[in-house]
């Protein structure tokens, strides 16, 4: 799935469940939310999230590719990967949630080099395999309740740190063609529902992540890294909450 496709899905996710959230303010009445009002009751509340993500490479050429010989094209690749998170959500007013929600993201991403003197079979891939400790911070909107259900949009912004960075194989720059910085700052934007059971609250959501500022690590003495002006980091995640 390309860049684009990526934000369509995501940002039409996002703006059919605000327009949901708009119809849905007004229908206020207690009829049918028995579970919500029993959480309602609560200022603040912890949870777990499970969830999978297809994750990958925005890659922007640098004026070097257009002299270079043997490699015409980069393509990064989206790799599906796992994630788990502690939630901790604070109320603020009637519609809004502050949300803190570390844990850890197991991902795997590649970027392709296309050799312009060869057939475009024979492909030369960089992997790079990560750990990361993520911190996102968000605030989310939700609608009035229906029936024990909430639709809701989320929005905010994301700190990851890969703790696999520091491996021999990653530290190994004589067989790795790419550098990758650590440390990522992105933006988040997703959407969602809740639904309110008995004992917790469960939320499927979709989201899109994809960093602010450039994470490549030039390298000069790699042709591959030398091709490369900038590389962003992107995800697409469904998440699974259980809350409580």
Excluded: C
């Amino acid at each position: 799935m390309n860049h684009s496709n990526y934000i369509k899905i995501t940002i039409s996710l996002v703006f059919a469940l605000f327009l949901g959230i708009s119809s849905l303010k007004a229908q206020t009445s207690p009829k049918g939310n028995y579970n919500f009002y029993e959480f309602n009751k609560k200022p603040f509340y912890f949870g777990l999230t499970l969830g999978g993500h297809s994750s990958g490479y925005l890659t922007s050429n640098s004026r070097n590719l257009i002299q270079h010989d043997s490699i015409q094209v980069i393509q990064g690749k989206d790799i599906p990967g796992l994630h788990v998170n502690i939630i901790t959500n604070l109320k603020i007013g009637q519609y809004f949630d502050f949300r803190f929600i570390p844990g850890f993201s197991f991902t795997e991403r590649k970027i392709r080099f296309i050799d312009s003197e060869i057939s475009e079979i024979e492909i030369q891939e960089e992997r790079i395999e990560s750990v990361f400790l993520e911190i996102p911070m968000l605030l989310r909107f939700k609608s009035a309740p229906y029936r024990d259900k909430r639709l809701f949009v989320v929005a905010g912004l994301k700190y990851t740190y890969d703790v696999a960075s520091n491996s021999k194989a990653r530290q190994d720059q004589t067989i790795n063609l790419l550098k990758i910085a650590p440390h990522d700052f992105q933006f988040e934007i997703g959407a969602g529902i809740q639904f309110f059971f008995p004992f917790f609250i469960f939320s499927p959501e979709i989201k899109y992540s994809q960093s602010i500022g450039n994470i490549h690590v030039f390298n000069s003495s790699k042709p591959e890294s030398s091709v490369i002006d900038k590389i962003l980091s992107r995800t697409l995640s469904i998440s699974f909450h259980f809350e409580g």
